[in-house]
Each structure stands twice: as C-alpha cells, then as structure tokens.
C-alpha cells in the first residue's frame, strides 16, 4: 500500500508491503511520485522490486573508507593498498553516489592518472571495482547488476622490466637517498627481499650469531630463511629498537625513494626492481637457479626468470670459453 501526501514543497511516498522494507521517496511533481508508487508496488508484486535508497545514500568514498578500514588490513600487501586508497580518496569520483557512478567517471579518472604505469591505474580501478564488489555481496548494499567498471577498457600492462642498475648507478642513488630509507635501500639490494617483507620483519626473526633473517607469512604464504651478507649484518645490529626492524612507513618511503631517484635521473626504475638486482648478481656471481629460488623465495622459475636481468655485456667474457665439440 503506498501513502502520498505533500510535505512543505514535497510530496512525500511511503510504501508498505509485507516482506518489504518501509520505502520512502520525495518528488517535487504529484504525477511523477504517483507514477514511481505504482512503478514500486507493481515490481513488489512481481517479486522483482530492489531497494536502492541505501546506494543513493552512499557515495564512493564511504564505501572506499570502509573497505580500507576492514578489508585491506587482512591483505599481506594492507601497506601500499591502503596508500593507494587514500590517494584516491582525494580525487572527485570519490563524491559521486552509488548510483549515479557511470563508466564515464572511472574513464576519467583512467584519464587523470595517465602520467602514472599502466599496472599502477589497473590496481586503483581494481581497487574500486574490489570495494564495489564487497559492498554488494557482504554489506547489503543493493547496487545495479552490472558494475560500471567493467565497461571501462583496462591499460595494456607489459610487466617484463628489464631495469638493474650498474653498481655506480646504485652508488649514486644511495647518496641521494635521505637518512630515513638509506639503511632501508641498501637491505633491499643486498637481500632481495620484497618491501612488505623487509618492513614487517622483527627483532626476533633477525639471527645475529647465524647470520641469518626470517620472513614470515611471505606473499606466497611460506617462511623464507635466507643467510645474509657482512654488509646486511652490520646494518642490522644498529637497529635494535621498535616494535620491528626497520620502522618505516610505506608512504613515506615511496615519497622518499621517488625524490631521490629523480635526483639521479633514475625515474624509470622501482624500489622493487632492486630485488631483480639481488637475484641478477646472485645469478652472475655463479649460483644455481635452485639456490637462488631458495633466497628469492620464488616457487617457480619462470616467475624467477622476470627477475634475471641478463644482459649481452654480462656474458662477453663467457662466451669466449665456450668449448665447442
């Protein structure tokens, strides 16, 4: 049964129907309120009627806040997600509602984040269509049956890199590093070792008489133990405090690390290409793939052979000894 009566300038609809929630709506036209209430009721009747208010209420960045809040901290990779998060909450489609969100406004901000790497656009539009997804099947939200996100064209992604540094590039980006991640970089290109499992390590994972570090709960979900270098070892016996090793915040360290290799002309390489590093000395420097798999923590060696950046001038020399039979 539905109710109209003007209330000030509106005219206000209320429909009641057993195994229905109370719904409400305000129209500024009698006729078009008429209209919506038997639109509602004849859709009630045939059980095909979804109550959209709680979408219209709730805009893109209550549910990306939420998301941030409860979902990402269950993630092993929570620290840059939600660094992500909070950048994109800065950006205008975060104000539009459930509802009126188009393919239009995510081709816009596809557009806006152009300047950034295809991967880096994929994961913010991963991230809202993830957030959208969550809402619908896990908070009750009621939301449109097709997700605008998926009328938006993905950027092409070409994932082999090929960057390593030489060791004088290395040198200079270690001097235009701040005091804040210096320690922190030399760990990375000296153990291989992925951001979140550098930055997650505790003091009691760190085997100073063994000379050895371990990873927990690592992206592929085992314990890695590797040895580690002098060099590694005399960088941790100066961090003895703080809840872990290296207290370091995510979003700072990128704001860091950008800077610094902007000052080096370095702005196509990633702090993650220094663990291709690691792994291309350790292969040149004569281990086997197993060995290194067993450093590297990769379960597979064609996922290890992304991170072998061999180059012609690395195998000069070699090629000379070759024995031809």
């Known amino acids: 049964m539905s109710y109209i009566r003007?209330?000030?300038?509106?005219?206000?609809?209320?429909?009641?129907?057993?195994?229905?929630p109370i719904i409400y709506k305000s129209f500024i036209q009698k006729s078009d309120a008429t209209k919506w209430a038997k639109q509602v009721e004849s859709d009630m009747d045939r059980n095909i009627f979804e109550d959209f208010t709680t979408a219209s209420n709730t805009t893109l960045k209550d549910i990306m806040v939420r998301y941030r809040d409860e979902v990402s901290p269950n993630k092993k990779g929570h620290k840059s997600e939600v660094h992500r998060i909070n950048k994109l909450l800065?950006?205008?489609?975060?104000l539009v509602n459930l509802m009126r969100l188009k393919s239009s406004h995510v081709a816009g901000l596809k557009n806006d984040l152009k300047d950034l790497a295809p991967q880096t656009i994929k994961h913010y539009i991963q991230l809202i269509s993830a957030a959208w997804n969550t809402a619908k099947r896990e908070w009750g939200i009621t939301l449109p049956a097709q997700s605008p996100l998926l009328l938006v064209s993905m950027p092409v992604v070409n994932n082999e890199r090929?960057?390593?540094?030489?060791?004088?590039?290395?040198?200079?980006?270690?001097?235009?590093?701040?005091?804040?991640?210096?320690?922190?970089?030399?760990?990375?290109?000296?153990?291989?070792?992925r951001y979140s499992e550098l930055a997650d390590l505790k003091h009691d994972e760190v085997n100073l008489v063994a000379k050895?570090?371990?990873?927990?709960?690592?992206?592929?979900?085992d314990n890695r133990t590797i040895p580690i270098n002098d060099r590694a070892d005399s960088i941790l016996k100066r961090y003895r405090f703080g809840p872990t090793v290296f207290n370091i915040e995510y979003g700072k360290f990128y704001e860091h690390f950008c800077r610094a290799r902007k000052k080096v002309?370095?702005?196509?390489?990633?702090?993650?290409?220094?663990?291709?590093?690691?792994?291309?000395?350790?292969?040149?420097?004569?281990?086997?793939?197993?060995?290194?798999?067993?450093?590297?923590?990769?379960?597979?060696?064609?996922?290890?052979?992304?991170?072998?950046?061999?180059?012609?001038?690395?195998?000069?020399e070699k090629v000379n000894k070759i024995i031809w039979i």
Request: glycine fraction near 4%.
């Open 265 to 316: 002309d370095l702005e196509y390489f990633h702090a993650h290409d220094l663990r291709a590093c690691y792994i291309t000395n350790a292969l040149l420097s004569g281990m086997s793939l197993a060995e290194i798999s067993a450093l590297s923590g990769h379960k597979s060696l064609s996922m290890l052979a992304r991170y072998t950046r061999i180059k012609p001038e690395h195998l000069q």
């Open 90 to 94: 800065r950006h205008k489609i975060c």
């Open 6 to 20: 003007k209330k000030r300038s509106k005219w206000s609809v209320q429909i009641k129907k057993k195994g229905y």
């Open 162 to 193: 090929e960057y390593i540094l030489t060791y004088k590039q290395y040198s200079e980006l270690l001097a235009a590093c701040s005091d804040y991640i210096k320690d922190f970089v030399k760990m990375l290109y000296e153990t291989g070792a």
């Open 212 to 221: 050895t570090i371990k990873f927990v709960d690592t992206k592929n979900g």
